[in-house]
């Protein structure tokens, strides 16, 4: 099999993975299983929860051994560890390949960066035991290898030989760029909030706790790094600063909203190529989506499916709005052969 196959089926592959990774995050995280296995990278000293000793809890006594919360949290590790080992291959075939260029060897080492990065950053989850800006960081990052891999493989799917810029495509494009920016905040605010477990300070929409304007603490609501030694599983903030974070993730959403609707409506007025609208359309579709999940999802309650929804759909729309700003900045293909 040609090696450029080889990159464009594995990048292919790791973008499925990573996200399933991500996807699995949100529910590890979401069914308080975040510290199912209190140690890394094994749990409760072994491999496997299989192995899990009966005296574990002896060895262990700030955790309470919870087998189904254990076999959550390793899966995902175990999902996370194979995403890592496809980035190694990745970067081991960008080295040979480096003379057609299919992979540049500086964004395989940038991938292996974020892997040793988001390493760390579960170790540090577990042994900090859920401090916000960690697990913050750690779905940021996580975002970011998803968007990555999305990037390498809109780039070696096909041979596309640097097409001449359109001019039509000028604003769209710098349209689709800010909405892009626009939606990584929300989605690192969207990681805020979820790990500060601020998502039912406002039980019900449009208005929050009955109120348009609830009392609330922004003072409190986005300190980045708090003490260390508190267990953080559950919150620790006032309902207030709670409040405050989620009312801001809604302002968050209306601006992404916006910035979406603007990029992807120019872009279908503006740019005629197929996979440019094809791109808006998708863009338009998740954001409709995740619009009525997040909806659906404070009037059911917060169920888990709904909320794990939510951290899918934002992960779809990213995709999505990437894949809109490819195509509309007219980026020079891999220069692969052509087959």
Request: glycine share 8%.
């Amino acid at each position: 099999m040609p090696l450029a196959l080889w990159i464009r089926r594995l990048a292919f592959a790791g973008l499925v993975l990573c996200f399933g990774v991500v996807v699995l995050g949100a529910y590890v995280r979401l069914s308080a299983a975040g510290l199912g296995c209190p140690d890394w990278p094994g749990c409760y000293g072994a491999p496997t929860p299989l192995g899990i000793a009966p005296d574990a809890a002896a060895h262990f006594p700030q955790a309470s051994v919870d087998v189904g919360k254990a076999w959550r949290e390793m899966t995902h590790r175990y999902a996370a560890a194979t995403l890592g080992v496809l980035i190694v291959i990745l970067a081991v075939l960008a080295v040979a390949d480096r003379g057609r260029r299919m992979m540049g060897v500086r964004f395989a080492c940038a991938l292996l960066a974020l892997l040793i990065l988001q390493a760390g950053l579960g170790r540090l989850t577990v042994t900090l035991k859920l401090t916000p800006l960690i697990v913050t960081l750690h779905l940021i990052f996580g975002m970011t290898t998803l968007a990555l891999l999305a990037w390498l493989w809109l780039g070696v799917r096909k041979d596309r030989h640097g097409a001449a810029p359109d001019t039509a495509q000028r604003l769209p494009r710098r349209l689709c760029l800010a909405a892009l920016v626009i939606l990584a905040l929300q989605i690192a605010l969207g990681g805020w909030t979820s790990s500060n477990y601020a998502a039912t300070a406002c039980p019900d929409f449009p208005t929050c706790q009955g109120r348009w304007w609830p009392p609330t603490d922004f003072a409190h609501a986005f300190v980045l790094w708090r003490p260390l030694g508190v267990n953080y599983e559950g919150g620790v903030l006032a309902e207030p600063a709670r409040a405050a974070i989620q009312l801001t993730h809604r302002l968050g959403a209306c601006a992404a909203t916006l910035m979406l609707v603007l990029a992807a409506g120019l872009t279908l007025r503006r740019v005629r190529k197929r996979s440019a609208r094809r791109a808006a359309w998708a863009v338009l579709a998740f954001l409709a989506l995740q619009l009525v999940i997040a909806v659906s999802m404070v009037a059911a309650r917060f169920p888990l499916s709904l909320a794990t929804a939510h951290n899918a759909g934002a992960a779809l729309l990213l995709l999505a709005t990437l894949a809109l700003y490819d195509a509309v900045s007219a980026r020079p293909g891999s220069g692969g052969p052509r087959e």
